[in-house]
């Protein structure tokens, strides 16, 4: 719709210079890849002429070119070689700036190489392909050549075979390659060299480890990864003791140490205190050495700050960090493979190392455009400029003096506080003043120089045929909360950062904060789902349905928007905090196949159903993290900078509304706020010049999201599954109010054989729950048909059937519990069959495998017991008792023949023959075995 309006727009004025604006826009917000885009396209041909479009060139522009001599130098040496394939133009070169920097030299040279030998394969014009007989000449110079050492000869004869970075492809230059993927590949090179050369600063000595040693860092803290606040809490609030609800949430008691009155837990109403058996809350530090952030899928797509670094030092550090590992993980070298793989947690397959970082790195050049308001190729721009202070050493004043191997966190803090004072500042106020001279560099340079549409587009040239003046067209920086945070960096030392302290706090936790907006809708999501499903479904239920079936199975209109409107707000307060969520949360999924990506139509609902454990965890750990780690604290430190001591007002979580947090919606509060606050000004030959009134902004932030807000009480709603509910003491309390029988072996047989898949044995059972809730409350006649209490007395609508005709005709309520073992055994044979986990709720301690010595003894010993009895008696113990033992005795080294008879009071004749090294730990092993072993005698029969 915007673009068909431009379009209307540009075509009523008729001037080249309004569609040549918007291009700019595009060009310059999105990367130079957005023209070729247009090309393609024939419906977007009106936002510049169809000939210009055709003037462009696909090669990938020379971003090296920003650093200037020697590099344009070299390069223009190494381009007379290939064209006149003669290697003296590189000696006579290499002789003249001999007196210079010798790591500068050896950078120069090799960043030259891959841009006239390497990238020339970028080309898909054959001609320009070089020849072999030039390659094999340049290779040999640079074997013999005395100005290159050990490394860098090898360097230089990977990149004219094309061959660095295997076996990353990514690193490889294609035929076609993008402007995008050409700039990333260029610049991972660059830092590939600059941290390859010797004598690099001592300040950039632990990114030297990682790639050239990374084995020496394995138990160290990896800069900018994140870490345990809770730790940090225990060694701020010293001389406490500090318990934990019984929900796991920490509190202090100070003084003597011993509480003395009962209070309640802020976070779930939990009672703590006096006449509590709370245990002491965890001492130990779960802060985690190596790489702990995961996939880059996991991670935000707003860049976040860590620990005393902003949004954009950390996104710029990370880019280091994940361009010297993915090099690392790259080596043909052994140790420093095997280094890499022992830093990541958890592991990753050694053959997708290289793709795990590329994947990262790719990222954080995102992220770090996000934090610095540029283009993908603009931030490239800067972080050449950076590798070039690097090689250059530009003073001896870039130091530490700290253990480079950062061994503790205090160590890591110092050397990101150094990182960030002595590169990041300084290199962002640089970029301020000097980022269109980079850019007037490369669009002059000859690798763009037969590009007039891409000069026009960075301004160095006019359309002809206009009649606006070019100064009123000119490209404008935006405002926007990127840029604000921004400008803020830039002025850490200025004399406005303690009156500003509250501001630079909420623009660093801003994309947090920005995802309490959702919060209610999440609150609701929750409720209603508990409604809806609490005991009425299975785990295996929960993750077999999708976001779109369980949307396309609510019949009503109004009910299915209401649905999808809240689950999209669950979704995108979940984009904006899951980082923060999976490494700083008080509450994590355990597993890593419980953790969630991202919310579309295909997410199983289980990620949805609140629970404290399984994918339901990151339900409940998003609302704990956007009420404490969110609301809560940002709330205690506006308090703490402003010294204000009153006690904020409590709400309890179920009464939130949007009224009550620090909620606000970007475009309709926040930017207008910024926009009031912001002087826009357009002087001639200075471009546009932004200020902001950062004193003002504060105080009407303060004024608008944060005066009066009160403190929320989390409570905790839960859902349970329908195995959550079964156990000993519930069948126990039905046999006392309803006596049971056990289902005849016809019937059974009979009744399993109508209930053709496990769709049919699911709804089965989900009414089973539902009668069982009733019974266990209200009791009933034994012989109650099943079919008749559910229509008549519970008056559930005839769909809801027992399916299965012979149950229908048989089943009464004294076959309850005979029925329900039916289905439950049922359910896990299933499953075991078709190669899926039957007992999903299980611990993992019980699913070891049986020996491999062990199994033929444990198959002649299952053919001696009546193995359909022994399958009923083992689904009790699993799905009933199981936990329970647990509860008094470590059981899992338990014989299981043992256990049957002494725990659960088996009498089955062939227990005694049960193998002794069979144990409770391989249960589920056993399970699978005795049902294969079942169909095999029913197939036989």
Known sequence: LLLSKAKEVCR?????????????????????????TIQSHRD?????????????????????????????VYREAVARAVSSNDPRHLDEVFKKLSQSSNNAMIASALLAIYKEVTMQRASTNLDRQIRQQTLDMLENYCNRSRFFDSWSKRLAADLIRNVQGRPLAQLQVVPGQTIKNGALSGLALHIFI??????????????????????????????????????QAREVVQGTRWYQCQNGHPYLVADCGSPRIQLRCTDCRAPIGEGTSDPNARTNDTTQTGHVLGPANRRSAHPLPERDLSQSGCALLRLLLHAVLMWASCSQDQAVFSGVAQIVSPAVTGNDLPSFFWSHFECDVRLFSQAIGRSIEDTVVVCHQLLNKIVTGQGTSYGFSGNTLLTTKEERRAWERAFSQQFVVPMLQLMQGNINEWLERLMNDRSCGNNPLMRQVYELESPAGSHFPPQLWRYRVSVSIEHLNHVIDQNLDGAQHDQCLLLKTFLKEESKLRALQYLPDIIMLQRLLV????????????????????????????????????IGSFGKAWELVKEGVLNHGRLKPKKKEHELNCVNGQTPLAFLLPRTQDAGTCSVALVDYLINCTHNEFLGTYRRITRQEWEPERVP???????????????????????????????????????????????????RFLVGKPHVDMKVHTLLFRKDVYNVALFSRIRERIPQEELSLPVRRQIVSELHDLTD??????????????????????????????????????????????????????????????????TGKRLAIAHREPFEHVAAKYREEVPEKMKRKLRKALRKINISAFLNELVEVITLELSQWEETNK??????GSALQDLHGSELDGLDDMPREVQLKHIIACWVMAVQLEADMMRMN
């Not at 706020?673 to 009134?693: M, Q, R, W």
């Not at 059981?891 to 299981?896: P, S």
């Open 12 to 36: 009523a004025v008729g001037d080249p210079m309004l569609p040549l604006f918007l291009l700019k826009q595009l060009v310059r917000s999105h990367g130079m890849d957005i023209v070729q």
């Open 44 to 72: 977007l041909s009106w936002i510049c002429a169809r000939q210009r479009l055709q003037q462009t060139d696909s090669a990938v522009p020379d971003f090296f070119v920003v650093v200037q001599s020697p590099y344009v």
């Open 194 to 231: 600059t941290f390859s050369l010797p004598g690099v600063l001592s300040l950039m000595e632990p990114l030297r480890i990682l790639l050239k040693e990374p084995q020496r860092m394995n138990n160290s803290y990896i800069p900018t990864m994140p870490e345990d606040i809770f730790a």
């Open 531 to 566: 409604d809806k499903y609490n005991r009425r479904i299975s785990q295996q239920e929960a993750l077999a349905v999708n976001v779109d079936s369980f949307l396309a199975g609510i019949v009503d209109t109004k009910e299915r928007q209401k649905f999808k409107k809240l």
């Open 653 to 703: 979580m179920d009464e939130v509304t949007k009224a009550h947090l620090i909620a606000y919606d970007m475009e309709r509060d926040l930017m207008p706020l910024v926009f009031a606050h912001c002087d826009y000004s357009l002087a001639v030959g200075e471009g546009t010049n932004i200020t902001y009134n950062l004193l003002a902004l504060e105080r009407q932030i303060v004024d």
């Open 761 to 826: 044995v699911y709804s089965v059972l989900a009414i089973l729950d539902i009668v069982i809730g009733f019974i266990v409350s209200t009791g009933g006649s034994p012989d109650t048909y099943l079919d008749r209490y559910i229509h008549t007395t519970l008056q559930m609508p005839r769909h809801s059937s027992l399916v299965s005709s012979k149950a229908q005709q048989f089943c009464q309520l004294k076959h309850v519990f005979s029925l329900w073992r039916l289905l439950t055994a049922e």
């Open 891 to 896: 059981i899992e080294d338990y014989e299981l």
